[in-house]
């Protein structure tokens, strides 16, 4: 028998923290400190201990640890919102519990529903962009999602209400990518008000429409409904607020997702084609557009760091990490690793057709039990959205190079300029490549 080596300690972290030369630069800052270190990275920051990973193997230990804290990135943002009750911070049973309600929400007959209220908006949307002049699309795609998840989600058609929760919902979204706002969450700053206010401002339009319902027997098949339909005892008023309120702010990420398909794609003339292609044929399938929208996350995910909190000391890479540090999976420079992705910087979404990276190299929507449970949701919405616009006219990019990466929050990468495109009309069948 192999007589099994002692634990290295974790070797001394940098001088300067490396999470705060991140937050200010983005996640790019973090390459060279892979380069050096290698897959583990350790850092700090006052208070806080952590490690940084991009290895799949490593990560699945993390999450294999029986002291690992599944839902620590809920909990931090509960932080910032004032919340004790969202999904994600939910644990254990009680956890289970409410996943198993918000499932059905996002499955079957709901997700028949929501891809009509998406087709609805994504067209209203397409009708809305101006021809012939460069414009920003990522607020009209933010716009369109936000409306397709309240009707979906709340049954709201009226056009003065459905502006109150969008705004609603925008501000909300604002207020949890502002550049201070992870240094809130892991207690390197004392207050944060902007999150809570704009958090109880969504509560306060929830609670007004469970108390209509309530009072006037309203009953709806949407996911509201179905949530007010449950006698689970783990689903309180307070729990039934939170998960409505977070599943619109969860719901916003395929606006982004969208935005980079369309950034990445009209810059590489054969995969728009063959994105033209497929959305003006007969057949629902979209194998390819499936495959754009997973290159676009693995370049651009919709969050480049997901930590967990280690509750007990573990075993990372052959290292001793000890209890209390954050395991951070660095989603960036996972996607970016040259032994899982050759060429990694290049857009292929020819990578996923047929063969699919191995366990744990993908990791867009998260991993574990507390990993996004609206996957599924989002790949409807971001292949409506851009097979709309698709079929609306010529999409061409603003300008020839590649439009810049922007933070938000230092975990969200945005484009620089709202994806700024140009529509040009055209008539039946076309080609299209970019400029």
């Not at 959305?279 to 929208?293: E, F, H, L, N």
């Amino acid at each position: 028998m192999t007589e099994k080596l002692p634990l290295k300690p974790l070797p001394a972290p940098a001088v300067m923290p490396i999470m705060a030369g991140r937050f200010l630069s983005g996640p790019r800052y973090m390459e060279r400190h892979f380069a050096r270190h290698g897959a583990i990275v350790p850092d700090w920051a006052p208070g806080v201990r952590a490690v940084w990973l991009r290895d799949p193997h490593l990560i699945e230990q993390v999450l294999r640890s029986s002291g690992v804290e599944h839902h620590t990135t809920g909990r931090l943002l509960g932080r910032v919102m004032g919340s004790t009750a969202m999904l994600n911070q939910l644990s254990g049973e009680s956890h289970h519990a409410v996943s198993r309600l918000m499932i059905p929400s996002l499955r079957g007959d709901a997700l028949s529903g929501n891809r009509a209220a998406i087709a609805v908006a994504a067209q209203r949307m397409a009708n809305a962009c101006p021809v012939g002049t460069p414009f920003r699309l990522l607020p009209l795609l933010d716009t369109a999602v936000a409306e397709a998840n309240v009707r979906a989600c709340l049954s709201v058609d009226e056009p003065r209400l459905l502006h109150t929760w969008v705004k609603a919902i925008a501000r909300l979204r604002q207020s949890t990518v502002r550049p201070a706002v992870m240094a809130y969450a892991v207690g390197m700053l004392p207050w944060w008000p902007t999150g809570h206010r704009a958090w109880s401002a969504c509560l306060h339009l929830v609670r007004e429409e469970v108390a209509r319902r309530r009072r006037t027997g309203t009953i709806h098949n949407d996911v509201l409904g179905m949530l007010l339909a449950s006698d689970s005892e783990e689903l309180t008023d307070e729990v039934l607020y939170d998960q409505i309120v977070f599943y619109l702010l969860a719901a916003q990420a395929p606006a982004l997702a969208a935005a980079w398909v369309i950034e990445r794609a009209t810059r590489t003339p054969h995969v728009w084609q063959r994105l033209v292609d497929e959305a003006s044929g007969p057949d629902d399938s979209a194998p390819y557009t499936d495959a754009v929208i997973r290159e676009a996350l693995r370049l651009r995910p919709p969050v480049t760091a997901i930590p967990w909190l280690l509750r007990e000391p573990c075993d990372i890479g052959g290292y001793h990490v000890p209890a209390g540090t954050f395991a951070v999976a660095s989603l960036w420079d996972l996607h970016r690793n040259p032994e899982l992705y050759p060429d990694p910087e290049e857009f292929r979404p020819e990578r996923f057709l047929g063969n699919r990276p191995p366990r744990g190299a993908w990791l867009p929507f998260g991993s574990g039990p507390h990993a996004c449970i609206g996957g599924q949701l989002a790949f409807i919405q971001v292949t409506v959205l851009v097979h709309t616009l698709i079929r609306r006219g010529q999409l061409l990019p603003a300008t020839r190079q590649d439009e810049g990466i922007r933070h938000r929050a230092s975990t969200e990468p945005y484009p620089a300029q709202g994806c700024r495109v140009t529509l040009r009309p055209v008539r039946g069948r076309h080609r299209q490549g970019a400029r």
